[in-house]
């Protein structure tokens, strides 16, 4: 069983800056695929950017080139530096973990207006 708690959301102006965090419990968290995803009404919930046990990462077009994800294995810890933020990146964000099976987070919120 893995527990992952987010943290580091909360308001920002445009064009601010934010860095999310979430750790896990348990072991191997060096195997897993880790992501982050996030999540608006209505809408359903869409990747942002994910890392391999590898360190290969991959990013929506949407975020590319703003959002940083990255993983500490000694901490047990994923990050997401999110960077240039505008309103349309306003959304609870849910961090993953994937393997065999999958883990959520209970999300942060990231809001992002003037």
């Known amino acids: 069983q893995v527990r992952l708690v987010e943290s580091g959301g909360g308001l920002v102006q445009p064009g601010g800056s934010l860095r999310l965090s979430c750790t896990a419990s348990g072991s191997n968290f060096r195997s897993y695929r880790l992501g982050w995803y996030r999540q608006t009404p209505g809408q359903e919930r869409e990747l942002v950017a994910a890392?391999?046990?590898?360190?290969?990462?991959n990013y929506a077009d949407s975020v590319k080139g703003r959002f940083t994800i990255s993983r500490d294995n000694a901490r047990n810890t994923m990050y997401l530096q999110m960077n240039s933020l505008n309103p349309e990146d306003t959304a609870v964000y849910y961090c993953?973990?994937?393997?065999?099976?999958?883990?959520w987070g209970q999300g942060t919120q990231v809001t992002v207006s003037s």
């Open positions: 890392i391999a046990s590898s360190y290969v990462r």
């Open positions: 993953n973990a994937d393997l065999m099976r999958s883990y």
